[in-house]
């Protein structure tokens, strides 16, 4: 079955980096647009970024655009968030996301899998 596996959550003072990795497992995962979303306790999940089954097109929310980066490496089954200059409005659990195909990116994209999510805390 379609496993997605996130690592590299920790805690770390405000303006600080952490990178985020999601192995994936179960499925081809070159087939599949890939994305980050975060979620605070008591509140919804809200999108992140997103990125196409190359890596070739990237898209961002507002909040994090020029501090984060979205990659990937097809050859590792692998998704990567580089998250730089973290402000202590990060702090949340962060999720791995897969939407098979080639879809348009956008930040209401329906996702197909999700993984269980690691835990980001930014401290002031």
């Known amino acids: 079955q379609v496993q997605l596996v996130e690592s590299g959550g920790g805690l770390v003072q405000a303006g600080g980096s952490l990178r985020l990795s999601c192995a994936a497992s179960g499925l081809a995962f070159s087939d599949y647009a890939m994305g980050w979303f975060r979620q605070v306790p008591g509140k919804v999940r809200n999108f992140v970024a997103l990125?196409?089954?190359?890596?070739?097109?990237?898209v961002y929310a507002d909040s994090v655009k020029g501090r984060f980066t979205i990659s990937r490496d097809n050859a590792k089954n692998t998704l990567y968030l580089q998250m730089n200059s973290l402000k202590p409005e990060d702090t949340a659990v962060y999720y791995c996301?897969?939407?098979?195909?080639?879809?348009?990116?956008?930040?209401?994209?329906?996702?197909?899998?999700w993984g269980r999510g690691t835990q980001v805390t930014v401290s002031s």
């Open positions: 990125t196409s089954w190359s890596g070739g097109n990237t």
């Open positions: 996301a897969a939407k098979l195909g080639y879809p348009i990116l956008s930040s209401d994209l329906p996702m197909d899998y």
